[in-house]
């Protein structure tokens, strides 16, 4: 009983000096989710370089933007994307009131969460499921759906919400990066509709920083009331070259940071690392199957190869999601 | 020589005092150079409301978005569009190095000054001139070329640079919004790209607050280097229907005011009078022959018909620039 007590009273003490330490740490020292490591070094001397000012690598503030990926670079994205996972909850959700599905075998496979049948109807099948569930309504009302889905749909095999699934160590890079007069833009491939509706809470991004693949919207007139109605047709797909292109029309200015983790943001780092001055480069890799999921080159999510490959060439930096990273997601 | 020594010293005086008189009312009163009238109310009233803390039509900072057209409604715009003028410049500086354009009536007729064979070549000949003028290079080269032109080029009657003839009570308001937290988006049919590059030091607004037209831009390597070149297809037409398009799609959030001058601003007041909570939607209207130009239902630039017609319908607010603006530019 005594032992017991001792050692009960031991671990409260050493929480509390753990409550008190990591409060410390969160005022103190920036980024206390990364391990010191060649990742954490890096960002610390660019941060201090471009902020120094008289020194010559400064930035005014205006001209430090920094852009990030987001499936798989601030957000859990294995082992499906999330937004596949949004679209086949929700053609479930209103299949009922489209009997004409069932006779279409991709649409049908969708419904009864064929994934086999799904996997094999290759990019167009997705297409045709992300249309008919991402369509036909409002700008207004998707926003309303996707809000639904992401304050209560769980992942797959974590069991937890999406937004418990965003990394803590990027989360306290973008909130770094703004305490030093950075204005950080989310640049994915997913729907840009898709994340707007929390990012500004997740992420401290507001919507007007977010930049996605969209789809055409036309302005109508309902009852007297104007509605920009989502259509059917895909407006700009956001990945790869799209990355600079979106870049440049959004923002017209070059971010000098960029962070992602797949081959389709290297255009991005490319378009990021050219401009002149100083510039940061990195692109997370998922090396820990233990607390997230590893997979690279072989993956059919977040695919990594020329990212690998010309990392050193290119200047790209590597993050060891493993060894850098002391924790993946906020505890539960 | 009494006489004119007492004449220049009470010159001096009321100059003195006039200065004095000024700085005191730009700190203390906004928006000067907006005569008491409706308008300046409707602006301080619909600002009082909308921050006041605690009532019933308080907005947070972070929803105080505010839309502007550039054309016609923060600068000149008669008697032709300033993007116009540019391209005609251009091509003349260019033709040297494109004889073959001799053969062509429309860019001859560009090149030779022939406004009358221009006119008549209608929207398909324009679309050709500016193809010629703004693609073709890369993103870079083109805000360098537009720089060139806007710090250099005079408007052809008043003979001032463009950006002197941005109007001073549209820059009051811009400031005035800004120091109530919101946040201020040009929303323009011209061309993105031809406005950014000076937006920041004339108007306050940074390019990322910029939306207009814009053509399609591909990703390419040159030797190495990654570059953005504009090519001769539109990518997004920023008029009537493609302003709420464009808002929703650049910045997400519907904006609680703002102002055009023409009818291709219309649909852009509706669909921001038609949000939740207290809205402002407001119509420059080109009232002053004497001191600008005077013009509206018949014109062929800022062709205000619906707008004025609707006004009262859709609670559109006219500004009397006549009337109500006691300055229109700044004094040389």
Redesign the interface.
Same mark, same amino acid.
Do not use: C, H, N, Y
């Given at each position: 009983m005594k032992q017991l007590y001792s050692y009960i009273t031991k671990t409260c003490i050493a929480a509390a000096l753990g409550v008190v330490a990591s409060v410390a740490i969160a005022q103190d020292e920036p980024l206390p989710s990364w391990n010191d490591g060649p990742s954490k070094t890096a960002i610390l001397e660019f941060v201090a370089a471009v902020t120094e000012e008289g020194g010559s690598d400064f930035v005014p503030e205006?001209d430090r933007i920094a852009t990030y990926d987001n499936d798989g670079t601030l957000w859990v994205e294995a082992p499906i994307y999330t937004q596949i996972l949004f679209a086949l909850d929700r053609i479930k959700e209103i299949a009922a009131d489209h009997p004409e599905w069932q006779d279409d075998p991709v649409l049908k496979a969708a419904i009864d969460g064929d994934m086999e049948t799904i996997a094999k109807s290759g990019e167009k099948g997705v297409a045709q499921i992300l249309a008919v569930t991402h369509t036909g309504m409002t700008?207004d009302e998707f926003a309303q759906i996707a809000t639904d889905w992401i304050t209560t749909a769980k992942h797959p095999t974590m069991d937890r919400l999406y937004t418990d699934l965003t990394y803590q160590p990027m989360k306290e890079l973008l909130a770094y990066l703004r305490e030093n007069g950075f =204005?950080n833009y989310i640049v994915s491939g997913g729907g840009?509709?898709f994340m707007?509706p929390w990012t500004?809470e997740i992420y401290g991004i507001?919507?007007?920083q977010?930049i996605g693949s969209?789809v055409v919207?036309?302005?109508e007139m309902r009852d007297g009331?104007?509605v920009?109605v989502r259509e059917p047709e895909l407006?700009f797909y956001d990945d790869k070259?799209?990355k600079?292109?979106a870049i440049? =029309?959004?923002?017209?200015?070059r971010p000098i940071a960029s962070f992602g983790n797949s081959d389709g943001d290297l255009?991005m780092l490319?378009?990021t690392l050219?401009g002149e001055g100083r510039r940061l480069g990195m692109i997370v890799h998922h090396t820990d199957e233990e607390r997230e999921f590893a997979y690279d080159r072989d993956s059919h999510v977040g695919t990594l190869v020329d990212g690998l490959d010309n990392a050193e060439a290119e200047g790209w930096l590597l993050i060891d999601m493993k060894s850098e990273w002391n924790t993946v997601f906020t505890e539960e």
């Open positions: 205006m700008t =204005k840009v509709d707007r500004q507001p919507p007007e977010v969209s919207t036309k302005f009331t104007p920009l407006f070259e799209g600079p292109v440049q =029309k959004f923002i017209g200015k255009q490319q378009w050219a």
